[in-house]
Antibody, heavy 118, light 110 residues
Framework: QVQLVESGGGVVQPGRSLRLSCAAS????????MHWVRQPPGKGLEWVAL????????YYADSVRGRFTISRDDSKNTVYLQMNSLRPEDRAVYYC???????????WGQGTLVTVSS | QSALTQPASVSGSPGQSITISCTGT?????????VSWYQHYPGKAPKLMIF???NRPSGVPDRFSGSKSGNTASLTISGLRAEDEAAYYC??????????FGGGAMLTVL
């Protein structure tokens, strides 16, 4: 069965960096694109980034473009989100999700919490 | 990248039907049939309920259905059950190659 497990969340000061990881299992990782989606406390879901199955195409929300970088390591079945210049408004639960290849996100992880605070 | 517009809350009694709307623009909802819907319980992973406007993944009850007209997509839940009480989010692929979510609608089963 498909499993996605995020890690790397924690408390970080404004302006600092953090790298999230999402380990995938139960399917052929290299043949699917991967998304990151976040949910600030008490708010709705916000799409963050997408990386294509071959890693060549990357797309970002305006709110994170230039600060966040999505990448993948198919040898480790892992997708990453490098978050630089973090702001208090980046505080959220961050989910990774698989792109279904049918214009949807079909499997999601349980999320990892990022808190940006001095 | 403005969020798609959903009602903040909807409610219905067991057995009734409710519809949640999701309004975007000609650059997202109206551009393609690439709208999907997710059910989200607090503290849990979101669950895909509808993809490509009208399609249900395996295992999703046929009480859940989707539709679209112009820039507005809709999720209908018929035969409401207590376990349907959750937040529901729509999302759409956009002409910029990005994705956008709706603000979410909290469903209360009375």
């Amino acid at each position: 069965q498909v499993q996605l497990v995020e890690s790397g969340g924690g408390v970080v000061q404004p302006g600092r960096s953090l790298r999230l990881s999402c380990a995938a299992s139960g399917y052929t990782f290299s043949t699917y694109g991967m998304h990151w989606v976040r949910q600030p406390p008490g708010k709705g879901l916000e799409w963050v980034a997408l990386i294509s199955d071959d890693g060549r195409k990357k797309y970002y929300a305006d709110s994170v473009r230039g600060r966040f970088t999505i990448s993948r390591d198919d040898s480790k079945n892992t997708v990453y989100l490098q978050m630089n210049s973090l702001r208090p408004e980046d505080r959220a639960v961050y989910y990774c999700a698989r792109d279904s290849r049918k214009w949807a996100l079909d499997y999601w992880g349980q999320g990892t919490l990022v808190t940006v605070s001095s | 990248q403005s969020a798609l517009t959903q009602p903040a809350s909807v409610s219905g009694s067991p057995g009734q039907s409710i519809t949640i709307s999701c309004t975007g623009t000609s650059s997202d909802v109206g551009a393609y049939n690439h709208v999907s819907w997710y059910q989200h319980y607090p503290g849990k992973a979101p669950k895909l309920m509808i993809f490509e406007v009208t399609n249900r993944p395996s295992g999703v009850p046929d009480r859940f259905s989707g539709s679209k007209s112009g820039n507005t997509a809709s999720l209908t839940i018929s035969g409401l059950r207590a376990e349907d009480e959750a937040a529901y989010y729509c999302t759409s692929y956009t002409t910029s190659g990005t994705w956008v979510f709706g603000g979410g609608a909290m469903l209360t089963v009375l």
